[in-house]
């Protein structure tokens, strides 16, 4: 790697291997998503216990403070929307002067293997991936399921970042599964963060799996609606810090959570 994509990949991966991505993208096909009406309001507390947001170019622009943000993975793939006929259909929204101007230390962009649109969303990768490695920027392939989520099997979930690493990616964002995750994480020659899907049903679920996760492979993760639809957003955050650069147990985790919670009332 050249100096330039080595410097924006140690902005996002720390120096103890491990990351903490806050995505605040999910307006670009849900709307005004349930605590993310307004982001700017939403990720103000949130910023010290995460080391990159991941959004789109229009809430970057509108709602992060450029003086005071951390780095930015930018969203640069979409034109689907939950009231559409396939969320998998989606092309490369933002050009490479634009990624330049907002001055992105890394892009994301959603695959959709086994869907109809599987081609064109390995395409928009390989696409974007050409471009990026020419200015030494970092893409990130998130391997999305659109509606599938019975697609969240380590089988399914492998041959999706196997193939995003194969494209290029140097970060592949997947889903965590409950059985053989270490699979998914030593076929992927790059590293894996972990996505964080629907609303866990308790903060013990989120801990648990995020833990997991860690211990069999994953340098950290990249959850959004399991933290700031959390009902103590702070706590969630720095529960889940301790767990990613820490070596926070499941059980420290929670009582840190059980702290900073009641510490706010």
């Known amino acids: ?11 996002l991966i720390q120096p103890d291997g491990h990351c903490f991505f806050l995505p605040i993208d999910h ?3 849900q709307g005004p998503t349930r605590c993310l009406e307004e982001p ?11 080391d990159a947001l991941f959004v789109t170019r229009g809430v970057l622009r509108s709602c992060v ?28 929204t933002t050009s490479i002067e ?18 109809d649109y599987e081609h064109q969303t390995l395409l928009n990768l390989s696409q974007l991936v050409n471009k990026c490695e020419d200015y030494g920027i970092p893409v990130m392939a998130v391997t999305a399921v659109g509606k599938e989520m019975e697609k969240r099997q380590a089988r399914y979930l492998a041959l999706s970042c196997r193939i995003a690493a194969e494209l290029g990616a140097r970060v592949v964002k997947t889903y965590w599964c409950d059985k053989d995750f270490d699979k998914v994480v030593k076929g992927c020659p790059v590293p894996v963060v972990m996505a964080g899907g629907p609303k866990c049903k308790n903060e ?21 609606r399991n933290v700031w639809q959390n009902a103590h957003p702070v706590a969630m955050a720095r529960a889940l810090w301790a767990i990613i650069h820490e070596n926070a147990t499941v059980k420290g985790a929670h009582e840190l959570f059980n702290e900073v919670k009641n510490s706010k009332k």
């Open 27 to 29: 307006g670009y096909f």
């Open 65 to 92: 403070d450029a003086a005071a943000s951390k780095p930015i993975i930018l969203r640069v793939s979409g034109g689907t929307s939950m009231v559409g006929k396939d969320l998998a259909n989606e092309g490369l």
């Open 204 to 224: 013990l679920e989120v801990l648990e799996f995020v833990y997991d996760g860690m211990q069999n492979g994953a340098i950290g993760i990249n959850l959004g």
């Open 40 to 50: 700017g309001q939403t990720i103000k507390p949130l910023l010290p216990f995460c």
């Open 1 to 11: 790697m050249d100096w330039g994509i080595k410097n924006r990949l140690s902005k």
């Open 98 to 115: 634009e990624i330049i101007r907002l001055n992105a230390t890394a892009v994301g962009v959603s695959v959709f293997v086994g869907s």
